[in-house]
């Protein structure tokens, strides 16, 4: 695990964008599903009016982020390929973009831990209202 956080090539960044898109479905998925409760209600100021319409946030929370990250992925790559005479360039970028990537997986781990965390109190939540 910690080879793998540490780790910054380029199939290692391409591996953390996945997984870093992954949870980000995770995310809306979890939250659409505690907003049906009506227990619960989204915090992310930027997110509320758009999980009103379950569609519409599938759709952003799908499609958007899955094009950013492709394309964050090529720019990472192009940049790694445009400097290969310089390795230590490209190593100090592949590193720096790395250590954002990370903070980003771990920012979402938090999140979706939050949501396991109330999902495993709704039965609580049910018995007092």
């Keep these: 695990m910690i080879t793998f956080i540490k ?12 997984l870093l898109y992954i949870l980000n479905l995770i995310d809306i998925i979890m939250t659409l599903l505690l907003l049906s409760t009506g227990l619960f209600r989204e915090v992310n100021f930027v997110m509320a009016k758009l999980v009103e319409s ?3 946030s599938i759709l952003c929370k799908a499609i958007l982020p899955a094009i950013l990250l492709s394309h964050l992925y090529i720019k990472i790559k192009d940049s790694a390929m445009a400097q ?3 390795p230590a360039k490209v190593y100090q970028e592949l590193r720096i973009s790395n ?14 831990l939050s949501h396991l965390i109330w999902t495993a109190l709704l039965p609580y939540f049910y018995s007092i209202t």
Aim: charged share 20%; net charge neutral.
């Design 84 to 86: 290969c005479e310089n």
């Design 99 to 112: 250590i954002g990537i990370n903070i980003s997986i771990l920012i979402y781990a938090v999140v979706n």
């Design 54 to 56: 379950p569609l519409a």
């Design 7 to 18: 780790d910054y090539n380029l199939d290692a960044i391409k591996k953390k964008l996945i």
